[in-house]
């Protein structure tokens, strides 16, 4: 069940998300990471220190035809967000690829994760005229499964292509949403 106060917001240029949005996001990144989740950075601990570089360069691409960031928040508070990017390039440009879907931890379990990636669907199809949604998740942690119930398909398996330290190697699980 998804908070009857959960709200959208996406970010479509650099000046849409203020310090105090930008410091959320992280903290939320940091959070996400340090717990295992697989959002980008895969050897926890990380900090802000860490992750703030990588979030600031995200923010300075966005463009509303290319790379946005949707946010869910929660009473307020920021409850997880993903990027959606696609390519420009013309052979391409009719799917885009999800990147750092994340929710905060405390509030795991409530439809957030789910009510985001719906959105996402949307405003990919609605709102950037996209025909696909291609994504990249990590093996091991059950994510082929909570995506797989949400419609998307697994089209391949790069085999332990992913290490997280000595003996612990993971599939990188490709997946696709089509049609939006």
Known sequence: ??????????????GDASPELRRALAECWVEVTNAG???GFPFPPVDAATVTPTLDRIVDQLAPDTNRILTATVNGELA????VR???FELIAHWGTLHHVQTRTALRGLGIGRALMEEV????????GLEQLHLAARGGVGLEDFYGQLGWKEIGRWPAALRLSAGDDRDEILMLLAPL
């Open 86 to 88: 696609r390519d420009r």
């Open 37 to 39: 989740g697989a959002a």
């Open 80 to 83: 997880g967000w993903l990027n």
């Open 1 to 14: 069940m998804t908070p009857d106060s959960l709200v959208f917001q996406q970010l479509t240029s650099p």
């Open 121 to 128: 669907r949307r405003v990919a199809r609605d709102e950037m």
